[in-house]
């Protein structure tokens, strides 16, 4: 069933999920994470839930009853193993945006998408492939070289930047429903500039110096694609690497080894339910559970 059928263009209305649409989505997206889990199980890869999915975990022991996503970090090695695995065993069900290909959509978190659904927000209306998901957030390398670490997390930050601004100069119409000021006129203006390259071209570089440091046994590891970037991101890696397990939905999952210093870093008293004006809900403009309706 179709719940939302619109057309692809930037006068679309935003909506937001009421509580019946998120249980049905949180079924669909068990079936995305009992793939993965599988997958990861059979071949020796890691991953950790992080962020709205580890407090899930922790203050539910599954979904936050108003979110709508999962999101899990992997280490790079294991999340390049991953992909080859999804594409050559498992493409007829899912497919994976990746910040190297060359259509990427200026993406630099990728996606699992379950083939046969669709979860389109503002950001996606050009995607042909734009199914319900679940985002992967990489782990990357941060060499334990003092100079060698600041530049890439300045190369980082600054790209991520441009990129940040190049992506508002070439969607402005669609994102100036969600923000403007002055702030936005300014990255407009800025993306301008740098507009001389393309949007998945920028997302490659961005991509590039995330994962510039290749050595794994290095002391310390960022995610540089969430909110915190490079520097304020930075973990020792047997701390955050030394995965912790935990329930999430009736499924033995992991959380980061030091998920307490982690979430309250992010979101202070993490266990402490926020009042319903404080919860966060994403936007889209098109969703459909297709043959996964229940």
Not at 76 to 82: G, L, Y
Not at 128 to 143: A, T
Not at 171 to 179: A, D, G, N
Not at 239 to 252: A, H, P, T
Request: glycine share 6%; charged share 25%; hydrophobic share 35%.
């Amino acid at each position: 069933m179709r719940l939302h059928h619109v057309a692809k263009n930037a006068e679309n209305d935003l909506s937001t999920m009421d509580k019946g649409e998120i249980e049905k989505l949180h079924q669909v997206l068990l079936i995305i994470l009992d793939d993965m889990l599988s997958v990861c199980k059979d071949n020796s890869l890691d991953f950790a839930l992080i962020g709205g999915t580890a407090i899930g975990a922790l203050r539910h022991k599954g979904f936050i009853p108003w979110d709508d996503d999962i999101d899990i970090a992997m280490p790079r090695a294991d999340f390049e193993m991953f992909c080859d695995i999804i594409n050559s065993e498992l493409l007829e069900k899912y497919s994976i945006l990746h910040p190297q290909e060359k259509h990427n959509f200026g993406r630099v978190i990728p996606k699992i998408r379950l083939k046969g659904t669709e979860y389109r927000t503002i950001l996606e209306q050009d995607l042909d492939d734009c199914g319900i998901f679940i985002d992967i957030y990489i782990i990357e390398n941060i060499f334990d070289n003092l100079i060698l670490m600041y530049f890439q997390g300045v190369m980082c930050i600054f790209l991520g930047f441009i990129l940040s601004c190049t992506r508002l100069y070439f969607r402005k119409k669609e994102l100036e429903k969600l923000t403007n000021g002055m702030s936005f006129k300014i990255k407009g203006i800025i993306g301008k500039i740098f507009s001389f390259a393309t949007l998945d071209q920028w997302a490659r570089w961005t991509d590039y110096w995330h994962s510039f440091c290749k050595d794994s046994d290095t002391k310390r590891i960022s995610i540089p694609a969430d909110g915190k970037h490079y520097f304020g991101g930075i973990q020792l890696r047997k701390d955050f690497c030394n995965f912790y397990e935990c329930v999430f939905e009736g499924r033995k999952c992991y959380l980061p080894g030091n998920y307490d210093s982690y979430l309250r870093g992010y979101y202070n008293d993490y266990m402490q339910i926020p009042p319903v004006e404080k919860r966060q809900r994403n936007q889209y403009i098109a969703y459909d559970l297709g043959k996964y309706k229940q």
